[in-house]
């Protein structure tokens, strides 16, 4: 059910041209034309909860992970200006957004997935907030288990309803339907939130990644008006 929404989402704001602020079109020579490549290829339109669950499991076969709910290996690029406050100033830009605070944690790597629970909870007390401040979450879909546990785990941890963090989280999608481009998800997330943060008129959002090794990050903005 948690891959068949991102896939829903995600085809839905593609159609909504939700991404067009944050995609720079690239042309690419073929042999007898020129293509502007401008939308993500990945998301399935035509993705049922009965193609998913007729999928086999990708590595234990009592497992739960496949490549239905899993995030996709494709490729993407991604670049973003960070300005101190007086460079900014200095250079006449228009900040979109503000760091507020960011944080890294690490547990078992048995558990990787899990990372960005610690990494959050610690980014929001630094930034002296709570989970009921933040407006806009984007999580990265590593897998659809992973992140599940994620959202739950932020619940459990911070004595709310899965609910107030799920529905505030992943409005557009995730890995899972967007892909995972190694090197460049976490500025894609990044970017994703600040544009739906300013979409939603909201004022904070959390972004985080679990990463290999068993490490998590995650980052706490808030939208410049």
């Known amino acids: 059910e948690y891959a068949l929404s991102s896939q829903q989402k995600a085809v839905a704001a593609i159609e909504a041209g939700k991404f067009k602020d944050e995609i720079v079109p690239v042309e690419v020579q073929q042999r ?12 399935k339109a035509n993705a049922t909860m009965e193609a998913l ?28 200006i960070v300005a101190s406050e007086s460079a900014v100033k200095a250079h006449g830009l228009t900040p979109l957004a503000e760091i507020v605070s960011y944080a890294q944690s690490g547990l078992d790597p048995k558990i990787m997935g899990l990372g960005p629970v610690e990494s959050v909870n610690k980014a929001l007390a630094k930034a002296e907030l709570t989970v009921n401040d933040i407006d806009v979450y984007e999580l990265n879909e590593a897998f659809a288990a992973q992140a599940l546990g994620v959202i739950h785990q932020l619940a459990e941890t911070n004595q709310v309803p899965v609910n107030a963090i799920q529905d505030k989280a992943n409005f557009n999608g995730g890995a899972i339907a967007l892909g995972h481009p190694l090197g460049a998800s976490g500025n894609r ?9 300013h979409k939603q008129n909201g004022q904070y959002g959390v972004a985080s990644l679990c990463v290999g090794g068993g490490m998590g990050t995650a980052v706490v903005v808030k939208a410049v008006k």
């Open 32 to 43: 007898r034309e020129t293509v502007l490549f401008d939308t993500d290829e990945y998301p």
């Open 53 to 80: 669950s007729k999928l086999r499991p990708a590595f234990d076969r009592e497992g739960t992970v496949t490549a239905g709910n899993a995030s996709g290996i494709n490729d993407g690029a991604s670049a973003i």
């Open 189 to 197: 997330i990044l970017v994703t939130l600040v544009h739906e943060l």
